[in-house]
Structure formats: structure tokens, C-alpha cells
């Protein structure tokens, strides 16, 4: 699709275009949700063509329908803020003591909660309350690896966690911005995203709090509990998007019974 | 049979309660009434037998109750001062008696009389006062003594291992350490 | 140049108040043999503040440094030392420290810095805004005059609630030697406050995205660690808890170590039960509740949890909520804190109504944290409360307040015990208002100087538990006959020492104490029981000499010395015995600079030296003995009349404690008629250049050369 006045259309925004049953939209006012300036610069770091390579590489979308196997449940209540938990994370991890790798996240509510200063009634300033911030291995569809244009979230195989492969990821955010509860993490250093994975059924998190304040628990879904804070960016790269969610019915509806 | 006399002692510490050579060899039995191998031969179940077993083993301890029977535990999970805690209960002069005389020859220090009102003592004012009496009047507790620190309480020492005047001084620094951060 | 060693976060930050320049210098390079803290301070003011500058001058610098190990998972590693020429020194100005826990240390290392050194004076408020290299100073007019729990929230908005402040309140802008710096709501560095509102400095706040890097390997790192958790006890490593418990074979009333299963945290919502094994290593920070130590049973009901500095498991602070104070005295009911600072309001009442564990003392405690951290006001251990008790029973406040002040004070509440008196003495301070708010804020240098007392009469007075130069005894002769008063000596503020009082309290009976003090120190004859002190021996001198070099140590890595060393442990399995080696285990694996015992410990004797000549030098007297390493006088008496070296007495002796002072220098190698480092101390610990400059001043022992020709 071409339009006079802007760069031509990458096919991919074309084809999520259609699949999402906008193209008209797109016909008429140019590109849906990327402006010109977006698309010269998006051209200039070379995602776009990164995106598209990617697109080539990765294949169809990696959609994970199956749930985790086990979650991480936190008490607020026990919590002391010790930060123990932030510790052992990205020192198991990532082999430094930075709890601004740390894949549970309490450094960011300890002092204001998580409304922030002045905002709220939690944190040590407030009522003393610290809300841990743990991923909750999203079921069907995995905000953070539905995002991801490499399918590089991908199953853990011993807890089933929803894990960034190292190798694959290319360093886009688009995870970070897709997850409604800010979990992922980005390492500057490397240029690589990182979350939860469950530490391969034994999360060093729960060993480490000397609160007891942390289990690890068979999983259950917990999405539809409690605010999500984050306005989050969907995203659906690829030529088919997610057929389950937009193709229509497969069966004829039960006609309605009066009695 | 070593293993299952452990596992009864193990049980029976980790519950919190000391076990005497008949509930082991009752434990023994219960625990023989699953095992493919049938009940173990009579001969093994006599108090000799059984008392021999687990003198040997050295996951278990053993001590003389007030009762003069054995008592059995794992000092790994019921510690030998909590166990003769456990098996004076039944008598509150000769438990706070020997407490305070532990107290006062291993640290040494009184102690304050509120000790005895907390687990696992669990005793109340009435029974404190009452077991005091008593100790009073036993000769054989004419050791048994206190002294008054200067904010009012009461610390129980005996006279036989710490003299009056550093039971007074420790009683007053007891008293201190929270004025004393 | 050699890539930084572990543990390090590299770069020093100085920053010239009065030039508003900030540079960086590299730590290792300039610091590594004082390794950081307070080494890292008596080293800065050694090289670049000359003898008798006064605090307030702008000449003086502010050092606030952590450690190498401080930022990481060791456990109790979340310290920062603040260094600098201490105010409320009497009646010279020497070098003192402060000390903070909180999220402080480890944040200012995630953001690259292992110091930073405050030179000069602004003009008008400032605040510094320290941002991973990003290094600002922003106006702070709008928080001058701000309590710190405003300020520490208006900076919060600026930079992100993860961010960490160090703030003054009104007591340090108006240069009270009794001033605070505080972060995390209750972590309060003492004495140091001043020093910063001279400055103009009103706050620091620093936000890092970085991390420490551990230079050893990591499953050996993870070992060590989890090795140190199984070791720990509870606050001050009670390694016995307060009750008779089914896991250990003995107890301690007197313990610390409060967390008996079946206690509740009875303000959490719902309330938390303490269950389980007191072992447990995911149940230590229920071990402590400092609340319920120093405030009785019904602290327990009021307890939302505890708090405390990064990565500690001790969790000494508690966060306490007592509705009755908000209703009563229109505060807020959460309050937070530990030790003198929890008891900051109870110990201003000589009675209270039901008693120093009853409502008024915890209602009392409860204002006293909230209005002292928020003014940002020290107590000098408690020196305040007993010098305002003895001012007014001696009849001092009434000849020397004016008529109309005094007739405004509210005596009968504080006779009566009731805390409100609090809401008008606490801002009296805070503000440094009239005569009394003056003067009690000065230090006991205020009723010296400004009211005309000698020090002879604190000196002689028992209640006051004066020391000398200002500040009063902290763990003397009390909990630790002679070796408590070696260690009381040596600083040029309250000696905030507790390696030694940490194992004598520790709760194990006195067998176990002198088996495992044979072993660590030699013999065990090297403790006594409390009250049961024995004629001095060697033994004793080496033992004050290693808890001296190991506070000193601690304040260099970032370590607690309220925590550590970890010399005994819970374990029976091992005998009770903790690790004396562990900080330079630590040490080694961070850095990757393999340092055993002997070669850290040598590091701290190194910046315990560097202490003395700078007390030698800004004194510019070297009979420290005579003039610096004073005992006072009701140290010597009893006020029944009991001898020293009888049971029950804490009487020292005048011939014996020479008798320790005299084995202490030698250990140290020491001038024995001085107390003061010869050339060769100083060289052997690679002073040499500190030793010359003394020398050169005939400060050194052995005429003016000290002997060295």
C-alpha cells in the first residue's frame, strides 16, 4: 500500500493492518500507529529491519498457551525490606550484587509503596506496608512474550516459567512496555531484556528472605487480581496474528431456548 | 528395630514430649504392625533390650525422670535443659528449684521470678507463690533465695553458687540492659 | 592501570561547596590501603584539613564513605561512616565519625561511588543530587527550615521513590553539635549534622542503576554467605535466645534474641504469628524485636514488623504503630527505630507513671523518634536526657534560664511523666530556641562553657555516666571491667565500640565465653565475668586491641559493628564457635585481593593508628595518656563503699587500669609513658609520611626526630 506523501508501508504493518481488520484505517490516514517520524527513525536504528529479519528468522509467532507449573506468591505483610531477595536474584543471576537486575522488585516500593511519594499509604514512610512486585507467569496470551517480535520469551522446561533466551533477544523493550505490572527487566550493560524464570524450580529469592515472606506455590492465574499499574503497549508483530483470538466462531452458535 | 527405636524417640522430641521405655516399645510395635518383616521377636522387646538399644545409639539421650523411670529424647530436637524442664512440670517447687540453681552455677545469674509465668514453665502467680513455700520450708532447699532489684522485682537465686551480694548486682545489671542500649 | 578490584565501586566523589565543581578521584588508587569508611575520612582529613580547624569552618570536610562489602548479600554489610572534625567534641574540636545504616550505603555504591567528600561552603542551600555519574547540585531553598521527613519526600518526587536521602532537619541548618544526619527514616548518624548545615548542605540524594562486582567466584560466594547466615544470632549477636527453647541448651533472659514462637507482630494486618524453628534461616528477622526488648510485652501488640539497613536479616529497627499517639499529641501513629534512638523520649522522664515499660514510656518513645528524627537531633547516647535531669536537679536550669523561659517550660508534665512535655522541649532543641533549646543542643560543652560548670563535676557524678571530652561511656567498665575502659579511652567521641560488649552479653554461660576466648584470644582469662573482674593481664589487652581494630575494620567495609564480629554462634554443633576470620574471607572474595586474618586486621590497625595522629596532631600534645586517654573519676569509686575486684563490684582500680593502659600500648607498640605511636608503629603499618610530619612537630615519642636521627 502506498501513499504519496509518506515512506511506502513495511508489509508487516500491512499485514497486522488486516489481520486486526484495519486496513481501512490505514488506507486513509496513512500508518496506524507508526507516524513518518517514527518510521525514519525506527529505519535509522535499523529495528525496522531488524524487526523484519527478525520476522524472517523467528518464523510464525511463538504463541505459549501452556501455564507455568508453579508461581512465587509474596506477604506483603512479612516483608522487612531487607532487599535479601533482590540480592540473591541478580547475584545468582546475573553474578553482581544489582538489585536493578533483580527479577522480583521491592527496591521500588520500600520507602513510598508503589503509588509513590507522596501518593500513597504504604512504605516505610507510610504505614510500613512493602508490596513485592513478583511476575505471575501470565497464562494464554503472555503479555511480555506476545510482544516479543523474536519470540525470545519463550517455556522454561522444568517450571514451565515464561523466560527471555538470552541469545535471541535483540535488546527491543517491547516486553518491558507490554507487561501490566513493570517485571521485566532491561540490563543497559548487556542490551538485553531479562524476568522471572523461576530459578529452575528452587527461586533464590524464597531461600534467601529471612522473613519467610515468599513461596513458591503451585501455579494459579493471577492477572485478574489486584490493579494492574501499567498502561501496557499491545503489540502483534508478524504476518498472522494470534488465529485463536480473531478468527471468527468455529461453531454455530446454540440457538437461544425460551424456558 | 535400631531404626524403628529412633524413629519413636524422633517422633516423640520433634512433638515436644520425652517418651519412656514402654511408649518406645509400643511405638516399636505400631510401627512393626507395617513392616513386611511381622513383629520382632519378644526377647528384643524386654526393657534390658530395648534400654541397651538406645543407650547405644548416639542420635538419643537419655536422663533419669523425676520419677526415677528412663526418659528418652533427640537432643537435636528437644535440647536436654528443655527435656528436664519438660519432666519437672508435674512438680513446680523442685522445677523452679533446680532451674534456679542451673541458672545460678552455669552462667551464672538469677533469674527473674516472671521466668516462671512463660513456657514451657507456664505457671501462675498462685502456683509461684505456693511452690516458693514449700521451697521454704524444705531444708533441702534452704539454698533457694532472692533479692529485690531496685526497680521491685523479685530474681530467685540459690545461695549455694552465687553469693547474695553479685546475685544483687547482677539482678540490678539485669534490670539495666534495657536502660543500657 | 590495574582494572578496580571487586567490591569497589571505583570513584571517590568531591564535591567544593563553595565552587560548585565536582570531580571524581579513583578509590584504589588513592585509598585502597584504608580501604574505605573511616579510613577512608582519617585519611582526607589527615592530607587536606590542618590542625585546629573548627568544625563550622568551611575549611573542615564532611566524608561520608561505605565499603567494599557494603551493597553486596553480606549479611549486615549496609553501614556508612561519616568523618570529620566532630562538633560536639569538648573542649577542642577533634577527629570523630558518625556512623548510618539504611539504604544509603548500598545506593551511593549502585551509583559508582564508594565517598563522597563535601569541601567548602555554598552560598545559599543546596542539595546534591547524585544520579549513577550524574552529579548536580540543586538549589534548596525551598526544603532550608523543612523538617527531614519533607525534605526526603520533596527530593523523593524529583528523583524516584527508589532514591535514598541523607538529610538534616532544623537542628543541623542551625549548627547544633547535637545534630543528626538521617536516612530511611531512622537511620541517624550522630554528631555530624552540623557540620553539613555549615555548609549549606540540606540533603543528599542518590539513586544508582549499578551493582557491585564480586571479583571471587560465586559459588564460593553464595557458600560464605549462606555459611554467615547459619552463624548469626539475633541484634548484637545473642547467640542464646531470651527463653528456654526445644532447639538450644541455653537461654538468656537478658537476650536480645526476643522471638519466641507463639509472638505475634499484633500491628501487622492480619497480625503475623512468629511459628516454626528458631533456626530457621527464612525466620531470622523475627528473632529480634527491639521494641519489645527495651519497651516490655506490650510493644508486641504494637509491632507492624521490622526494618532495618540493606541486605541485614537482623531487622534491629521496629516499625511500631500506637493509635493512641496521633489521638493524644496529633502525630502519626507509625513510628520506627532502635536502641538510644528508640528510647530518645522515655529517657528525658526520671519517672514515669507506669513505670519504664508502662503506656507514658512507650507513648514517650513513639515522640521522641518521630520528632528527634524528623528535627534531626542526637541524644550523644543519652548524654542529653541525663544532662538535662542533672541541670534541673542540681537547680542550674532555674538560676540560669530567664524567669519568663523557665515560667514557659511545662514542669509539672514532665514531672508528672507525661509525654506531651515532649511537644514543647523536643522543638525547643530542634530550633535551637532560648537559652535551654541553645544550650542542651551544644553538647555538654553548653552548661560548661556557656553556664559556667566544671567538668570535674560530671566527672564525679555517677548518674551522668560522663567520660570525658564531652561524650559519655559506652560499654566500659560496666559490661567489661578493664578491657571496656581501654576501649572507652581512645576515641574523641563516645567509643561506639560493641565488639566486645557483643560477645560478653552474647548469653552463654561463662564456661563457654572462656572456652571460645581461649581460643580467640589467647587465653581464657581474657574475660570475666560481669562484676567479677579480676586483676589486669595481658590477655585482656589483646582482647580490647582486637575489638578496637575489628570496629575500626567493620567501619572501613561497611560492616556492623552492632552485629559483628561473629566470634560465637548458636551452634552447639560447632561448639558455640562463630568465624574470627570471616571479614577477611569476605574481603578476599569481593576484591580478589586475597587477604588473610592477620593482613586485614593489620589494615585496621593501620587506620586506628591514622586516628591516633590525627588526635595527636590536632591536639599537638602527644602525652595522650596524660591528656587524651582519661578515666574519670567515679570509675574509681563506689558509692557503697565495695573494693575493686570483689563480686558484684564495678570499681576499677587506679594502679591496675595503668597496669592495662601500659599492656595496651605494648601491644600496640606504643611510647609506654605517652600512649603515643612511635616512628616505627608508624612505619610498620606504612605510615612512614604520618610519622615524619610528627615527628618534624616532636610529636613522636623519642625526642623530635623520634629517635630516628
Same mark, same amino acid.
Given at each position: 500500500m502506498k501513499h504519496g506523501k509518506h515512506p511506502p508501508v513495511p508489509d508487516f504493518v500491512a499485514q497486522a493492518a488486516q489481520a486486526a481488520g484495519l486496513e481501512t484505517e490505514l488506507s486513509r490516514r496513512g500508518f496506524l500507529f507508526l507516524s513518518a517520524g517514527a518510521v525514519a527513525s525506527v529505519a535509522a536504528l535499523g529495528l525496522c529491519d531488524a524487526l523484519a529479519a527478525g520476522r524472517k528468522k523467528a518464523g510464525p509467532p511463538l504463541v505459549i498457551l501452556d501455564n507455568a507449573r508453579g508461581v512465587l506468591l509474596a506477604d506483603p505483610a512479612r516483608c522487612v525490606g531487607c532487599l535479601r531477595c533482590e540480592l540473591a536474584c541478580s547475584e545468582h543471576n546475573?553474578?553482581?550484587?544489582?538489585?536493578?537486575?533483580?527479577?522480583?522488585?521491592?527496591?521500588?516500593?520500600?520507602?513510598?509503596?508503589?503509588?509513590?511519594?507522596?501518593?500513597?499509604?504504604?512504605?516505610?514512610?507510610?504505614?510500613?506496608?512493602?508490596?513485592?512486585?513478583?511476575?505471575?507467569?501470565?497464562?494464554?496470551?503472555?503479555?511480555?512474550?506476545?510482544?516479543?517480535?523474536?519470540?525470545?520469551?519463550?517455556?522454561?522446561?522444568?517450571?514451565?516459567?515464561?523466560?527471555?533466551?538470552?541469545?535471541?533477544?535483540?535488546?527491543?523493550?517491547?516486553?518491558?512496555?507490554?507487561?501490566?505490572?513493570?517485571?521485566?527487566?532491561?540490563?543497559?550493560?548487556?542490551?538485553?531484556?531479562?524476568?522471572?524464570?523461576?530459578?529452575?524450580?528452587?527461586?533464590?529469592?524464597?531461600?534467601?528472605?529471612?522473613?519467610?515472606?515468599?513461596?513458591?506455590?503451585?501455579?494459579?492465574?493471577?492477572?485478574?487480581?489486584?490493579?494492574?499499574?501499567?498502561?501496557?503497549?499491545?503489540?502483534?508483530?508478524?504476518?498472522?496474528?494470534?488465529?485463536?483470538?480473531?478468527?471468527?466462531?468455529?461453531?454455530?452458535?446454540?440457538?437461544?431456548?425460551?424456558? | 528395630m535400631k531404626r524403628a527405636v529412633l524413629v519413636a524417640v524422633r517422633a516423640s522430641s520433634r512433638a515436644g514430649r520425652l517418651i519412656g521405655l514402654a511408649d518406645v516399645r509400643a511405638a516399636v510395635l505400631a510401627l512393626a504392625a507395617e513392616s513386611p518383616d511381622g513383629p520382632p521377636d519378644q526377647a528384643e522387646l524386654t526393657d534390658e533390650r530395648l534400654a541397651g538399644l538406645l543407650a547405644a545409639h548416639p542420635g538419643v539421650a537419655a536422663f533419669a525422670s523425676v520419677s526415677g523411670e528412663a526418659l528418652y529424647h533427640a537432643p537435636d530436637l528437644l535440647s536436654r535443659t528443655y527435656a528436664r524442664i519438660l519432666d519437672r512440670r508435674g512438680s513446680p517447687a523442685l522445677l523452679m528449684a533446680e532451674e534456679i540453681r542451673a541458672n545460678s552455677r552455669d552462667y551464672p545469674r538469677p533469674v527473674p521470678v516472671e521466668l516462671f509465668e512463660a513456657e514451657p514453665f507456664g505457671l501462675s502467680r498462685a502456683d509461684i507463690e505456693a511452690a516458693l513455700k514449700t521451697l521454704a520450708a524444705d531444708p533441702e532447699c534452704a539454698d533457694i533465695s532472692f533479692v529485690e532489684s531496685s526497680g521491685g522485682a523479685a530474681f530467685l537465686f540459690s545461695e549455694r553458687f552465687l553469693p547474695r551480694g553479685y546475685a544483687q548486682f547482677l539482678a540490678e545489671r539485669a534490670e539495666s540492659l534495657a536502660e543500657n542500649p | 592501570m590495574a582494572s578496580t578490584p571487586g567490591g569497589f565501586a571505583g570513584k571517590v566523589l568531591r564535591v567544593d561547596l563553595s565552587t560548585g565543581r565536582t570531580s571524581t578521584e579513583d578509590t584504589v588508587e588513592r585509598y585502597a590501603d584504608?580501604?574505605?569508611?573511616?579510613?577512608?575520612?582519617?585519611?582526607?582529613?589527615?592530607?587536606?584539613?590542618?590542625?585546629?580547624?573548627?568544625?563550622?569552618?568551611?575549611?573542615?570536610?564532611?566524608?561520608?564513605?561505605?565499603?567494599?562489602?557494603?551493597?553486596?548479600?553480606?549479611?549486615?554489610?549496609?553501614?556508612?561512616?561519616?568523618?570529620?572534625?566532630?562538633?560536639?567534641?569538648?573542649?577542642?574540636?577533634?577527629?570523630g565519625s558518625g556512623h548510618m545504616g539504611g539504604q544509603f550505603a548500598a545506593k551511593l555504591k549502585y551509583a559508582g561511588y564508594d565517598a563522597v567528600i563535601l569541601e567548602g561552603r555554598a552560598e545559599r542551600p543546596v542539595w546534591l543530587f547524585i544520579r549513577d555519574g550524574r552529579v548536580e547540585l540543586r538549589d534548596a531553598a525551598r526544603l532550608w527550615g523543612h523538617g527531614i521527613r519533607r525534605a526526603t519526600l520533596e527530593i523523593s518526587q524529583e528523583m524516584g521513590a527508589d532514591c535514598c536521602v541523607a538529610a538534616i532537619g532544623q537542628a543541623g541548618e542551625k549548627l547544633a553539635p547535637l545534630a543528626t544526619v538521617v536516612n530511611s527514616l531512622s537511620h541517624s548518624a550522630g554528631g555530624v549534622g552540623g557540620v553539613m548545615g555549615s555548609k549549606n548542605l540540606k540533603a543528599i540524594g542518590v539513586q544508582g542503576s549499578g551493582g557491585v562486582?564480586?571479583?571471587?567466584?560465586?559459588?564460593?560466594?553464595?557458600?560464605?554467605?549462606?555459611?554467615?547466615?547459619?552463624?548469626?544470632?539475633?541484634?548484637?549477636?545473642?547467640?542464646?535466645?531470651?527463653?528456654?527453647?526445644?532447639?538450644?541448651?541455653?537461654?538468656?533472659?537478658?537476650?536480645?534474641?526476643?522471638?519466641?514462637?507463639?509472638?505475634?507482630?499484633?500491628?501487622?494486618?492480619?497480625p503475623v504469628e512468629i511459628t516454626g524453628s528458631i533456626r530457621d534461616m527464612n525466620r531470622i528477622a523475627y528473632r529480634t524485636n527491639s521494641a519489645a526488648?527495651?519497651?516490655?510485652?506490650?510493644?508486641?501488640?504494637?509491632?507492624?514488623?521490622?526494618?532495618?539497613?540493606?541486605?541485614?536479616?537482623?531487622?534491629?529497627?521496629?516499625?511500631?504503630?500506637?493509635?493512641?499517639?496521633?489521638?493524644?499529641?496529633?502525630?502519626?501513629?507509625?513510628?520506627?527505630?532502635?536502641?538510644?534512638?528508640?528510647?530518645?523520649?522515655?529517657?528525658?522522664?526520671?519517672?514515669?507513671?507506669?513505670?519504664?515499660?508502662?503506656?507514658?514510656?512507650?507513648?514517650?518513645?513513639?515522640?521522641?523518634?518521630?520528632?528527634?528524627?524528623?528535627?534531626?537531633?542526637?541524644?550523644?547516647?543519652?548524654?542529653?536526657?541525663?544532662?538535662?535531669?542533672?541541670?534541673?536537679?542540681?537547680?542550674?536550669?532555674?538560676?540560669?534560664?530567664?524567669?519568663?523561659?523557665?515560667?514557659?517550660?511545662?514542669?509539672?508534665?514532665?514531672?508528672?511523666?507525661?509525654?506531651?512535655?515532649?511537644?514543647?522541649?523536643?522543638?525547643?532543641?530542634?530550633?535551637?530556641?532560648?537559652?535551654?533549646?541553645?544550650?542542651?543542643?551544644?553538647?555538654?560543652?553548653?552548661?560548661?562553657?556557656?553556664?559556667?560548670?566544671?567538668?570535674?563535676?560530671?566527672?564525679?557524678?555517677?548518674?551522668?555516666?560522663?567520660?570525658?571530652?564531652?561524650?559519655?561511656?559506652?560499654?566500659?567498665?560496666?559490661?567489661?571491667?578493664?578491657?571496656?575502659?581501654?576501649?572507652?579511652?581512645?576515641?574523641?567521641?563516645?567509643?561506639?565500640?560493641?565488639?566486645?560488649?557483643?560477645?560478653?552479653?552474647?548469653?552463654?554461660?561463662?564456661?563457654?565465653?572462656?572456652?571460645?576466648?581461649?581460643?580467640?584470644?589467647?587465653?581464657?582469662?581474657?574475660?570475666?565475668?560481669?562484676?567479677?573482674?579480676?586483676?589486669?593481664?595481658?590477655?585482656?589487652?589483646?582482647?580490647?586491641?582486637?575489638?578496637?581494630?575489628?570496629?575500626?575494620?567493620?567501619?572501613?567495609?561497611?560492616?556492623?559493628?552492632?552485629?559483628?564480629?561473629?566470634?560465637?554462634?548458636?551452634?552447639? @554443633? %560447632?561448639?558455640?564457635?562463630?568465624?574470627?576470620? /570471616?571479614?577477611? !574471607?569476605?574481603?578476599?572474595?569481593?576484591?580478589? +585481593? =586475597? *587477604?588473610?586474618?592477620?593482613?586485614?586486621?593489620?589494615?585496621? @590497625? %593501620?587506620?586506628?593508628?591514622?586516628?591516633?595522629? /590525627?588526635?595527636? !596532631?590536632?591536639?599537638?600534645?602527644?602525652?595522650? +595518656? =596524660? *591528656?587524651?586517654?582519661?578515666?574519670?573519676r567515679w570509675v574509681y569509686e563506689d558509692p557503697k563503699g565495695a573494693q575493686p575486684f570483689t563480686p558484684g563490684a564495678i570499681r576499677m582500680d587506679r594502679a591496675d587500669m595503668a597496669l592495662a593502659m601500659d599492656q595496651f600500648y605494648a601491644l600496640m607498640g606504643w611510647d609506654k609513658d605517652t600512649g603515643a605511636p612511635t616512628r616505627e608503629a608508624y612505619a610498620r603499618l606504612g605510615l612512614d609520611d604520618v610519622g615524619r610530619e610528627l615527628a618534624a612537630k616532636g610529636l613522636v615519642p623519642g625526642g623530635k626526630d623520634g629517635g630516628q636521627g
Open positions: 546475573d553474578g553482581r550484587a544489582q538489585p536493578s537486575l533483580s527479577r522480583i522488585k521491592v527496591s521500588r516500593a520500600l520507602a513510598y509503596g508503589l503509588e509513590g511519594p507522596g501518593q500513597g499509604r504504604h512504605g516505610a514512610w507510610g504505614d510500613g506496608l512493602v508490596v513485592q512486585g513478583v511476575c505471575r507467569q501470565c497464562p494464554h496470551p503472555v503479555p511480555c512474550a506476545t510482544a516479543c517480535p523474536q519470540n525470545a520469551i519463550v517455556l522454561d522446561p522444568d517450571t514451565g516459567a515464561r523466560v527471555v533466551d538470552d541469545a535471541a533477544c535483540i535488546g527491543c523493550r517491547l516486553c518491558q512496555r507490554a507487561c501490566p505490572w513493570g517485571m521485566l527487566v532491561f540490563d543497559e550493560a548487556r542490551q538485553k531484556s531479562s524476568k522471572c524464570f523461576l530459578c529452575h524450580g528452587r527461586p533464590k529469592c524464597v531461600e534467601a528472605c529471612p522473613a519467610a515472606a515468599l513461596r513458591f506455590v503451585p501455579w494459579r492465574d493471577l492477572t485478574r487480581e489486584g490493579p494492574a499499574p501499567l498502561a501496557t503497549l499491545s503489540v502483534t508483530p508478524g504476518a498472522t496474528a494470534c488465529v485463536d483470538c480473531h478468527a471468527p466462531a468455529l461453531k454455530a452458535p446454540r440457538p437461544k431456548t425460551t424456558r | - | 584504608v580501604l574505605g569508611g573511616t579510613g577512608l575520612g582519617y585519611r582526607v582529613l589527615w592530607d587536606e584539613v590542618p590542625a585546629g580547624t573548627k568544625p563550622f569552618d568551611p575549611a573542615n570536610k564532611l566524608v561520608f564513605a561505605t565499603g567494599v562489602l557494603a551493597g553486596t548479600s553480606v549479611p549486615c554489610s549496609g553501614r556508612t561512616a561519616i568523618t570529620t572534625v566532630f562538633p560536639s567534641c569538648w573542649p577542642r574540636a577533634l577527629v562486582r564480586i571479583a571471587g567466584d560465586m559459588e564460593q560466594w553464595g557458600r560464605l554467605v549462606r555459611f554467615h547466615l547459619s552463624i548469626l544470632g539475633a541484634n548484637n549477636q545473642h547467640v542464646v535466645p531470651a527463653f528456654p527453647s526445644r532447639e538450644a541448651e541455653y537461654y538468656n533472659p537478658g537476650s536480645r534474641w526476643v522471638g519466641e514462637p507463639g509472638r505475634r507482630w499484633g500491628a501487622a494486618e492480619p526488648f527495651f519497651l516490655g510485652e506490650r510493644a508486641w501488640k504494637h509491632t507492624v514488623r521490622g526494618n532495618g539497613c540493606t541486605s541485614c536479616p537482623v531487622r534491629c529497627h521496629t516499625t511500631l504503630k500506637v493509635p493512641a499517639v496521633a489521638a493524644k499529641y496529633g502525630v502519626r501513629d507509625t513510628a520506627q527505630g532502635t536502641c538510644i534512638a528508640l528510647n530518645f523520649g522515655r529517657f528525658f522522664f526520671p519517672t514515669l507513671p507506669d513505670g519504664p515499660k508502662g503506656q507514658a514510656a512507650l507513648e514517650a518513645c513513639m515522640l521522641g523518634m518521630i520528632m528527634a528524627d524528623d528535627m534531626g537531633i542526637w541524644s550523644n547516647y543519652g548524654q542529653l536526657q541525663r544532662d538535662f535531669i542533672k541541670l534541673f536537679k542540681d537547680g542550674v536550669l532555674k538560676a540560669k534560664l530567664g524567669a519568663a523561659e523557665y515560667a514557659a517550660i511545662p514542669w509539672d508534665k514532665w514531672r508528672a511523666g507525661d509525654p506531651a512535655f515532649l511537644l514543647d522541649l523536643v522543638p525547643r532543641i530542634g530550633e535551637r530556641r532560648g537559652e535551654l533549646g541553645f544550650v542542651l543542643g551544644e553538647g555538654v560543652g553548653g552548661p560548661f562553657d556557656r553556664w559556667g560548670i566544671a567538668e570535674e563535676t560530671w566527672e564525679a557524678d555517677h548518674a551522668t555516666t560522663y567520660w570525658k571530652m564531652g561524650h559519655p561511656k559506652h560499654h566500659a567498665n560496666e559490661d567489661d571491667g578493664q578491657c571496656g575502659v581501654i576501649i572507652n579511652t581512645q576515641y574523641n567521641r563516645d567509643a561506639q565500640c560493641h565488639s566486645h560488649t557483643n560477645f560478653v552479653r552474647n548469653g552463654l554461660p561463662l564456661h563457654e565465653q572462656k572456652r571460645l576466648a581461649g581460643e580467640i584470644w589467647g587465653s581464657p582469662d581474657s574475660v570475666d565475668a560481669p562484676g567479677q573482674y579480676t586483676p589486669m593481664n595481658p590477655h585482656k589487652a589483646r582482647r580490647a586491641k582486637w575489638a578496637l581494630l575489628r570496629k575500626e575494620l567493620h567501619d572501613c567495609l561497611g560492616l556492623c559493628n552492632w552485629m559483628g564480629p561473629w566470634v560465637a554462634s548458636p551452634l552447639k @554443633e %560447632r561448639g558455640y564457635r562463630g568465624d574470627n576470620s /570471616l571479614e577477611s !574471607r569476605f574481603y578476599s572474595l569481593a576484591t580478589g +585481593r =586475597a *587477604l588473610d586474618r592477620e593482613g586485614l586486621d593489620e589494615a585496621g @590497625e %593501620r587506620v586506628f593508628t591514622l586516628h591516633r595522629a /590525627l588526635t595527636i !596532631r590536632d591536639m599537638g600534645a602527644r602525652d595522650m +595518656r =596524660a *591528656l587524651h586517654d582519661r578515666v574519670p
